[in-house]
């Protein structure tokens, strides 16, 4: 049996959109425009051009590149030769992008004009990257002349390479923080990928008349597996800008006639307060979509007054589930305030005990799920992939409560995490840096509510006896070792932190004792 007349990848289902709706708008960033039919073979010939210069099956390709047409496209055009998508946080310095390059075996890696310093820089750092790539921006850009063009990809006239591939191939390696100071790659093949999308089109309301705006970085599992992805399978248009802030985001709603819009709550947020809002068209857009936090109430109450034709979906997951696992609906919105919803159509999922046993409603346990979404693992890591996975579940980490309706709230997190502005951040890796500094005795990071951030990075710390340190020295110290978004956003001085009798640190009751820090803020 030929397995290519079963075969179902990501680059499949470009083709098949583009031979369904070949002159339909399908990418818009900047004065750029493509049909269907357009991406589809700029994507073809990009993967050509790829070949060209070596990459194949298996190969580990980044991008470390903010929102473009060039961005959209290299991620299909390396589906289509198997090669694998390292997409990296450009907010990270140059050490923190390295260890990925060298974890994940990154062989060439894609930049534009204003991250080629910090690609530069972090490709040299002992590195595996044989070859960098310009990327085009939203905006014109100068090219690079060290490296390889996009546009020189993009005209190569060779042939296709026929590539044997299959849904259960890797199709991307995505690092996500966990409680240890070293991210983890999370292997996600393209079957758990494409089940995810079809769980998003399910469950998210994603139809072929949907215009789309992606704003949010691409890097980020959320804007590139739960929107745009899905999108694309559906046939919707697509609008892609690397600027997501007010200004730009309401302005490109009114002039595309955007219906559908992604965003974390901060950004939202940032919407409702512009002065902006309230003057621009915003009648096209009907469906919205947050997540990474909760959304706070009172928000909620606002965005039902102030954009009443908007219906919102809360989607909550994470990396190693492509990422999404349950939604709240828009019927829900108001009526199970806090929840993250149930499971969604391709997912189980159960809150459990210790001993994986179902808790009873309303009490605290563990979420795991069981889903074709689900990673194959972590790289290079057996033991915390056979710790994610024990007991025949996959283990979220998070800890919530079900209702008797089946609706799970997210009450805590098990391994720490802080999720600030739609970030996430180990509070160990916080931790360890400030551990540094010759004065600190000890030290807890934790978040805290934050109106801005909705969950803020705050170190808790004790200094050693006889010596001294000011806030600025730490928040000083941090933005000199690590991306803006884990540096603490403030700093508590304290004589002890609070523990147990048998000396575990109780974080929980930093989190209640400073809860209202940023009150008034």
């Not at 007991?391 to 209702?403: I, P, Q, R, V």
């Not at 304290?494 to 930093?510: E, I, W």
Request: with cysteine; aromatic share 6%.
């Amino acid at each position: 049996m030929n397995r290519d007349t079963h075969r179902q990848t990501l680059g499949d289902i470009l083709h098949r959109s583009a031979a369904k709706n070949p002159n339909k708008l399908a990418i818009a960033c900047g004065d750029i425009r493509w049909t269907y039919a357009e991406f589809d073979r700029i994507c073809n010939r990009i993967a050509a051009g790829l070949a060209q210069q070596n990459v194949v099956k298996g190969s580990r390709v980044a991008i470390l590149a903010r929102n473009s047409h060039a961005f959209v496209a290299l991620r299909f055009a390396l589906a289509r030769l198997g090669a694998v998508l390292v997409p990296i946080n450009f907010m990270l310095k140059d050490e923190e992008v390295a260890y990925i390059l060298r974890h994940a075996g990154v062989t060439m890696l894609a930049t534009d004009s204003a991250l080629a310093p910090l690609a530069r820089a972090a490709a040299a750092l002992n590195t595996q990257v044989r070859d960098l790539v310009w990327l085009p921006a939203e905006e014109p850009s100068e090219p690079q002349a060290d490296m390889i063009g996009f546009d020189t990809l993009a005209a190569c006239s060779a042939a296709l390479p026929q590539v044997a591939l299959s849904g259960s191939d890797l199709l991307q390696i995505v690092y996500t923080s966990g409680t240890e100071s070293s991210p983890k790659g999370a292997m996600l093949t393209h079957d758990a990928v494409l089940w995810e999308y079809v769980s998003c089109v399910v469950d998210l309301s994603f139809t072929a008349d949907n215009v789309t705006l992606h704003a949010l970085p691409l890097y980020h599992c959320a804007q590139l597996d739960a929107m745009l992805g899905p999108s694309i399978y559906v046939g919707s248009t697509n609008i892609v800008t690397a600027r997501p802030v007010p200004e730009n985001l309401l302005s490109l709603i009114a002039r595309h006639g955007i219906s559908s819009f992604f965003a974390p709550p901060t950004v939202w947020i940032a919407l409702l307060r512009s002065p902006l809002f309230d003057t621009t068209d915003l009648s096209s857009l009907h469906k919205g979509y947050y997540g990474a936090s909760i959304m706070p109430v009172e928000v909620l109450r606002e965005l039902a007054e102030r954009l009443p034709k908007v219906r919102l979906w809360n989607v909550y997951g994470q990396t190693e589930i492509a990422p999404c696992a349950t939604t709240l609906g828009p019927e829900d919105q108001l009526r199970k305030p806090g929840s993250c919803g149930r499971p969604m159509f391709n997912v189980e999922t159960r809150v459990v005990d210790d001993d994986m046993r179902d808790v009873p409603p309303g009490a605290v346990g563990e979420i795991v799920h069981r889903s074709p979404h689900l990673m194959l693992g972590y790289l290079n890591d057996a033991e915390r992939t056979a710790a994610a996975f024990e007991g025949g579940w996959f283990h979220s980490g998070d800890l919530a409560t079900m209702d008797e309706e089946g609706y799970i709230t997210v009450v805590d997190r098990k391994k720490d995490m802080i999720k600030t502005g739609g970030e996430n951040v180990a509070s160990r890796e916080v931790e360890e840096a400030l551990y540094l500094l010759p004065q600190v005795s000890e030290v807890a990071v934790v978040g805290l509510p934050h109106p801005r951030w909705i969950e803020a990075v705050v170190a808790v710390v004790v200094v050693k006896a006889g010596q001294t340190l000011s806030e600025s020295q730490v928040l000083t110290h941090c933005g000199a070792r690590m991306a803006s978004f884990k540096a603490p956003k403030g700093v508590v001085f304290v004589d002890a932190l609070p523990k147990n009798p048998t000396g575990k640190l109780l974080k929980r009751q930093l989190r209640l004792t400073y809860a209202e820090l940023f009150d008034g803020n």
